[in-house]
């Protein structure tokens, strides 16, 4: 969270496996929006792989990703408490 002028500011993150690394979702949503303007464009890495990839497979990536999250059946409220804690314990941490 950050403070500016009295006003509390929440950024929202999601994990990259690709880069192993967190990414605002607003960096998130601009990758996504510029490799479907791009598909034949190569990028350093996709979403899940760390090998240069075109636009078009990391659009496949993401559509993956959007029907891995709706078939996992957690609710959104405890999907954000479950991606937590794996990442605390793939971090080493408890």
């Known amino acids: 969270m950050q403070k500016n002028m009295g006003v509390i500011k929440i950024q ?6 690709a880069i192993e690394r967190h990414v605002t979702l607003k960096q998130y949503i ?3 929006k510029l490799a ?3 598909p034949d464009s190569i ?4 979403l899940t792989c ?9 659009m496949k990536q993401f559509r993956e990703g959007i029907q891995e ?14 991606v937590c804690v794996y990442k605390n314990i793939k971090k080493g941490e408890k």
């Open 69 to 82: 999250r709706i078939n996992q059946c957690i609710p959104y409220i405890l999907r954000v408490n479950y």
């Open 30 to 32: 601009e990758g996504i």
């Open 36 to 38: 479907k303007l791009n």
């Open 43 to 46: 990028f350093k890495h996709g």
């Open 12 to 17: 929202k993150y999601i994990y990259l496996p």
């Open 50 to 58: 760390w090998w240069p990839c075109t636009g078009t497979e990391i």
